[in-house]
């Protein structure tokens, strides 16, 4: 586990014309990004020294190493940028990593199977598990909050969940 690589940020295009670029962190403090050593792609062929140079809309500008001209800039939009898990810091028992969250299989306090967590969103108010339904195509986001959700069990990969009235269909 300690040698999987964890996605904690990713590059948003160009900002300006000498090569730094606008940079999206996924770490709980953004600026956190930069301590963390040399990111990497996710199959480890590049990897980048950041040094950050401030503030954007919706993110940070930064100095990646080997990066000299908006277009290097430019050609690296959407590149998504990872750290190995073991230099990530150790979390309270009531906080989780994305990464551990997706894939588990969520079922409600009946045990009654809702669906597995496909991703995670967070739009500014909290979090959100976007579950995949079984045998459906469909998706529902379900808060990530402890009304919501009063059981995570990483050991076991499964989230206990008592979703609000109506997120689900009736069953009957």
Request: hydrophobic share 40%; proline share 6%.
């Amino acid at each position: 586990m300690s040698d999987e690589m964890i996605c904690i940020g990713a590059i948003a295009g160009a900002f300006g014309v000498h090569g730094e670029v606008r940079l999206k962190s996924f770490a709980a403090q953004s600026e956190d990004i930069a301590t963390y050593g040399p990111l990497s792609t996710e199959d480890g062929s590049r990897q980048f020294t950041v040094s950050l140079t401030g503030q954007a809309s919706n993110g940070l500008t930064a100095r990646l190493s080997g990066v000299r001209s908006k277009e290097d800039a430019d050609a690296l939009r959407g590149l998504q940028l990872y750290v190995p898990r073991s230099v990530l810091p150790a979390l309270p028992d009531d906080e989780y990593y994305h990464a551990d969250l997706v894939g588990l299989d969520v079922f409600d306090t009946g045990g009654t199977r809702l669906g597995r967590v496909k991703s995670v969103h967070n739009h500014g108010a909290s979090d959100l598990l976007e579950l995949s339904i079984p045998g459906d195509s469909a998706t529902v986001l379900l808060p990530f909050t402890q009304a919501a959700v009063p059981t995570v069990d990483l050991a076991s990969r499964r989230i206990v969940a008592d979703p609000p009235v109506g997120l689900f269909p009736d069953p009957t």
